[in-house]
Nanobody
Framework: QERLVESGGNLVQAGESLTLSCVAS????????VGWFRQVPGKEREGVAC????????YYKDSVKGRFTISRDNAKNSAYLQMSSLKPEDTAVYYC??????????WGQGTQVTVSS
């Protein structure tokens, strides 16, 4: 069964750092673009960062540029989101997504990140 499992969410203070992990099982992450999304209650899920399947291209939401870094380790079938200089507005449930151009699309269950001021 294909699964994505996120971990690393926590309660931190503003200015601190946190790294989220996403581990895939049941499929190989090599051929998938990986993205991190976040959602707060009452708002739509938004894309935060993504990395292409070949690791050549990355995208970041403007508000996280320079603070967040997405990476992947295909040998570990994993992806990561390094977050630094965290702000209260970064508080959300963070989701990992893996997708291909052919319609394969998997989501994790989410991990809570809370940044206190």
């Amino acid at each position: 069964q294909e699964r994505l499992v996120e971990s690393g969410g926590n309660l931190v203070q503003a200015g601190e750092s946190l790294t989220l992990s996403c581990v895939a099982s049941g499929f190989t992450l090599d051929h998938y673009a990986v993205g991190w999304f976040r959602q707060v209650p009452g708002k739509e899920r938004e894309g935060v960062a993504c990395v292409s399947a070949n690791n050549f291209a990355t995208y970041y939401k403007d508000s996280v540029k320079g603070r967040f870094t997405i990476s992947r380790d295909n040998a570990k079938n994993s992806a990561y989101l390094q977050m630094s200089s965290l702000k209260p507005e970064d508080t959300a449930v963070y989701y990992c997504n893996a997708r291909t151009l052919y319609g394969n699309d998997y989501w994790g269950q989410g991990t809570q990140v809370t940044v206190s001021s």
